[in-house]
């Protein structure tokens, strides 16, 4: 999708402020909504420790940066002296991935993740957590295409496909590709358990496109 230049708060018509202030509060809704790779996937004890989870806030003082790898790097010591003996075990890399993930260690994360897809290139979950360690560091692009490498593997994944969506629509601002993979979604995955939420989801873009045509109909009249 092309860029298109953003008008400065001199150029806008009323309409187009009216649209960007229902943009800005959708992709408000939308924020925090990734999905993990594995839909079982359990919280690790760095979740549990600070009572952060996917799309929610702690109701206690957030850690600091430093404090979380601390947390991170606890956690994970056990199963680093693991994987001296079992330097090849695909399960474990995955989990120490996992520990630094959810401490928001995305760089530290992202270095077991591949080190599980070496040995194991076809873990579609590994490669979706990954994908969106890449999205949470600002690498869009990355996120994307290692999104596409899981749906290469698995064309029905679901959270990938959920990922690919929101990642296309935060990140891009690309309604159409959104609602393209969440269609997508939901016709591969007939019995998807957020069904709901990703119908909210597509109607939202779809609202959104609405009155970004409204706005630059407008935009184009009064030219």
């Given amino acids: 999708m092309a860029e298109r ?11 187009q402020a009216y649209v960007l202030s229902v943009i800005c509060l959708l992709v408000g809704v939308a924020v925090g909504y990734l999905a993990r790779g594995s839909a079982s996937a359990q919280p690790t004890a760095v979740q549990a420790q600070t009572g952060v989870a996917a ?4 109701a206690t003082q957030a850690p600091t940066a430093e404090q979380m790898r601390q947390m991170a790097d606890t956690e994970a010591a056990p199963l680093l002296a693991q994987v001296k003996s079992k330097p090849n075990n695909a399960e474990l890399l ?3 991935g996992n520990v630094y993930y959810d401490a928001q260690q995305y760089p530290e994360s992202i270095k077991y993740y591949e080190a599980c897809l070496k040995i194991d290139p076809k ?21 994307l295409e290692e999104y596409d490498q899981v749906l290469k593997v698995d064309s029905k994944h679901a959270n990938a496909l959920f990922n690919t969506g929101m ?12 609602v393209a993979a969440w269609k997508r979604l939901l016709d591969t995955n007939p019995d ?5 939420k990703v119908q909210q989801l597509i109607a939202q873009a779809q609202q959104h496109l609405s009155l970004q045509s409204a706005a630059n109909n407008a ?3 009064a030219k």
Wanted: glycine letters at 10%; aromatic letters at 10%.
């Fill in 192 to 196: 998807y358990a957020q069904r709901e």
């Fill in 167 to 178: 990642v296309k629509w935060q990140d891009k601002q690309d309604m159409k590709g959104a």
């Fill in 94 to 96: 995955y989990k120490i």
């Fill in 219 to 221: 935009n184009g009249a």
């Fill in 55 to 58: 799309g929610t806030a702690s």
């Fill in 123 to 143: 873990a579609t979950d590994v490669r979706t957590d990954m994908a969106t360690a890449y999205h949470f560091m600002g690498q869009t692009d990355r996120a």
């Fill in 5 to 15: 230049e953003v008008p400065s708060s001199g150029q806008w018509t009323g309409t």
